[in-house]
Structures are given as structure tokens and as C-alpha cells.
């Protein structure tokens, strides 16, 4: 690949003819429409936050360095940006009056109402660009390998620039279009963020059984998502028919798992709703993330509650009053090897040796508290949590 360094380009060249439409990917252009500064193997813009987008503008007229930007030569008329998208949109939605920054006196002011000197400032700072020339391979690793610094790109991020094509464009517009009326719905159910391209990732996830980079290589290059909405829709429909009630806790689950493991069983709403209520009030329940796996799966395997165990100071008293009896009648301590016919029969166990078990089981009410608690050895705890 071959580089050539210009430092000829000014912000305000750059930003000459820079449209920008605030639904992501849609119209970034600069250089008279001769730049694209949003090709579609990049992230969206992510610095529109009030202070990385302003601390690009406050670079500038104080006069600091803004780092390497680098152009790829689509002819000899084109160009696109392959690195600096963040910086470059930066300056066009500055200087088209999208956000304010503070001048001295701490006052906001847009582009517009700055002083004419502050104004030429930006606008005639020279940029330091690279402008690079090689095949769709070579540009693709070159991408891959200056987005390590500033802001990396996250995996998906990275995949996009890989896979990009029609699929990827399409799969963007649906899923990381923060404009989608659709976003807060499905935020209820998928963690992240739609900018950073983690609705996408999680609908990839789902649909192709965690094997992402796969399904991308192969749909690359259809022009149409249809597989990929319907099962992303199907599992977030199936969630919200079955969980009435949205719960913070249902966020960043793995619902793509659930989904296939228990969408055919028949659930009902109602009784699903006063379960997870019942839950929620158990004081005994430590990790309220598990409960709707665990009411998926018949509200059997409790490990998924990580149910409040019983504390060292009850389990070395409960674990004195059976031993003292033990030695008095001259049998083990464990009740379970009392009951049984070997030579644990009257084996006395270490604490150490022993866990504390639900006399009544927490399934069907019993508490943790010191009256339902005793101390078997582990063996025989073991085996009894098994059954």
C-alpha cells in the first residue's frame, strides 16, 4: 500500500460542502462531496457528548496538535476518510452551529457567534493527512491496525469493518440507529449501547449461536436482513409475552440461550408474574439475575438464586450442639450417618469436614435462619442436594 503525506488540507477544505444528518451513517460528506468521512466499514460518530467533541474544537484554538488523519484514494477525484472520523465530524458540526463550546469567560458559544479571528483560527488550520492507495484487503488490515489508539474499536466494531458490504449497511441502519423508535424496547432486554454497535452484536450473537464472525462471512454480501429482524424480534417478543413486568435485572441477559432452550414450552403470564414477585420479596435471594432462568426451567435449580447461606457464627453453633450430643450418645454427628450402617455410623466430623444444609428445604419455605439449619458431612450434603 502506498502513503503520500499532504499537509496542503485545511478544516475549513475539509468542511466545505460537510452535510450531516443526525441519523447515524446517513450523509457525512466533506471536500465538496469529494470525501466520504463515514465509509461504510466504520463505527458511528460517538464523540457527540459535550466533551469530546468540544475538547476537539478547544484543540484547535489552543493550538495543540491533532494527531495523523488518514485518507484512502478511492480514483482520482475520491476520497475516503480511514481514520480521523471522529476529529473530521467534529469540525463540520462545529462550524455547521450543531453544539457550543466555552470561550474564556466560560460562555458557550456556537461556531456563529464566535470572534472573526476565532473563526479563521479553525478554519484555516492545516490538517496532517496520510493519504493512502492499496487494494480492499490491504486497506481493510491498515484500518485494523491505526484503530488501536484514541477510542478503539470494540469487536463488533472491528467485524463491521471486516464483513462490510450491504449486509453489514443494512444490519447498521436497524440496529445501531439510535433514531429507531424501536431502541427502548429492546433496551429493556440488551445492554450497551445502539451506537457502539452492541444491539447489532447481540442480534448477530442470537441468531447465529454465538458464532458471529461466521454468519457475517457468509451473509456478507445478501441485501436483506429479513433472517436476522425476525429471530432478534422473535426472541424479544417471546421475552415480553412471558415476563409482563420489566425488570432492571432482565437487561444483558442471554435471551438468544433461553430462547432456544424453552421457547416451546407454553408459560403462564400471570402465574410467571406472581412467581417473579415472590422472588423479588425473598430476602434470601442474593442474585435476582437468576430468577428468570430459573422460573423458565420449573423453578428447580436454585444454585441460579445463590440463595443466602447460613453464617460461621450459626453453623459453629449448631455444629456444637450436635456434636455434644453426638458424644453423649456415643454416634456421629452428622444425622444422616447416624441413620446408616457402616463405620460412619459413629464417626464424629470435624467442622471443617461438614456443610450446613436447610433442615427444610428453601424451595419449599423453609428459612435460613439457625432453627432450619443442621450440619451434615459433606458427602451425605452432597448427595441430599442432589436428589
Known amino acids: 500500500m502506498n502513503t503520500t503525506l499532504r499537509t496542503d488540507i485545511t478544516v475549513e477544505q475539509v468542511c466545505d460542502g460537510f452535510v450531516y444528518n443526525e441519523l447515524e451513517g446517513k450523509g457525512l460528506f466533506g471536500l465538496s462531496g469529494k470525501l466520504t468521512i463515514q465509509p461504510e466499514y466504520h463505527r458511528n460518530y460517538i464523540y457527540a457528548d459535550g466533551k469530546r467533541d468540544v475538547a476537539v474544537i478547544d484543540s484547535i484554538l489552543k493550538g495543540y496538535p491533532l494527531g495523523l488523519i488518514y485518507f484512502n484514494k478511492i480514483d482520482n477525484e475520491h476520497l475516503e476518510v480511514l481514520d480521523g472520523q471522529q476529529r473530521i465530524t467534529s469540525f463540520g458540526r462545529y462550524v455547521t452551529n450543531k453544539f457550543a463550546v466555552k470561550d474564556e469567560n466560560g460562555l458557550e458559544q456556537y461556531f456563529s457567534g464566535l470572534a472573526k479571528e476565532n473563526q479563521r483560527k479553525i478554519l484555516d488550520t492545516k490538517i496532517l493527512i496520510y493519504e493512502c492507495e492499496g487494494s480492499e484487503p490491504e486497506i481493510k488490515q491498515w484500518f485494523q491496525k491505526i484503530n488501536i489508539v484514541g477510542v478503539p474499536l470494540n469487536n463488533q466494531e472491528m467485524l463491521n469493518a471486516i464483513f462490510s458490504g450491504p449486509f453489514v449497511t443494512l444490519g447498521k441502519e436497524e440496529f445501531s440507529n439510535s433514531q429507531n423508535a424501536n431502541i427502548q424496547k429492546w433496551s429493556a432486554y440488551v ?23 461466521d454468519y457475517m462471512s457468509k451473509h456478507r454480501l445478501d441485501t436483506n436482513i429479513n433472517e436476522l429482524k425476525v429471530y432478534f424480534n422473535s426472541v424479544i417478543d417471546w421475552v415480553s409475552s412471558i415476563f409482563t413486568d420489566v425488570e432492571d435485572e432482565m437487561c444483558g441477559l442471554e435471551w438468544g440461550r433461553l430462547y432456544e432452550e424453552y421457547h416451546k414450552i ?15 420479596a425473598d430476602s434470601y435471594v442474593k442474585n435476582r439475575k437468576g430468577i428468570f432462568e430459573y422460573i423458565l426451567g420449573g423453578s428447580i435449580d436454585s444454585k441460579l438464586l445463590d440463595i443466602r447461606v447460613f453464617d460461621e457464627a450459626t453453623k459453629k453453633s449448631v455444629y456444637a450442639q450436635q456434636t455434644q450430643l453426638a458424644e453423649k450418645n456415643k454416634e456421629s454427628n452428622c444425622p444422616l450417618c447416624v441413620l446408616g450402617h457402616d463405620s460412619n455410623k459413629t464417626k464424629v466430623w470435624k467442622i471443617t469436614e461438614m456443610d450446613a444444609d436447610h433442615v427444610s428445604a428453601w424451595s419449599k419455605g423453609g428459612a435460613t435462619d439457625i432453627h432450619n439449619c443442621q450440619m451434615l458431612c459433606k458427602t451425605h450434603n452432597r448427595a441430599k442436594g442432589n436428589r
Do not use: H, T
Not at 457502539?196 to 449461536?209: D, G, I, P, Y
Not at 407454553?266 to 423479588?280: F, T
Open 191 to 213: 445492554s450497551g449501547s445502539a451506537n457502539r454497535q452492541q444491539f447489532l452484536e447481540c442480534a448477530l450473537n442470537w441468531v447465529s449461536k454465538g458464532r458471529i464472525d
Open 266 to 280: 407454553a408459560y403462564n403470564p400471570r402465574m410467571i408474574s406472581l412467581e417473579v414477585q415472590k422472588l423479588y
